[in-house]
């Protein structure tokens, strides 16, 4: 069983930024992607960022350029840094991590979710 932690979700200004954080622990062999999903009211989840185990990123058109992921494979986390934020990044934000535990088991780990508000 692997359980995912977020944190540094809460309200921005405009323009401002945060942070976001995901922890994972229990029985883990190797991530070989570390995922951010954000679902505004109403609306879909949607990818917002992907990091795979060699480095690689992938981004949503509409955050590129102004959100960065990053992981730390030896601490099992990945971040979210999101700049120049935007009302319309206002959302619940959730790490989903892929991989493989030491038994050898399928990982497909959610987080609980933490609340982004993008707003004057």
């Known amino acids: 069983q692997v359980q995912l932690v977020e944190s540094g979700g809460g309200l921005v200004q405009p323009g401002g930024s945060l942070r976001l954080s995901c922890a994972a622990s229990g029985s883990i062999f190797n991530i070989d992607r570390m995922c951010w999903y954000r679902q505004g009211a109403g609306k879909q989840r949607e990818l917002v960022a992907v990091?795979?185990?060699?480095?690689?990123?992938t981004y949503a058109d509409s955050v590129k350029g102004r959100f960065t992921i990053s992981r730390d494979n030896a601490k099992n986390t990945v971040s979210l840094q999101m700049n120049s934020m935007k009302p319309e990044d206002t959302a619940v934000y959730y790490c989903n991590f892929l991989g493989r535990s030491r038994t050898g088991t399928y990982i497909n780990s959610w987080g609980q979710g933490t609340q982004v508000t993008v707003s004057s």
């Open positions: 990091i795979t185990s060699g480095g690689t990123t």
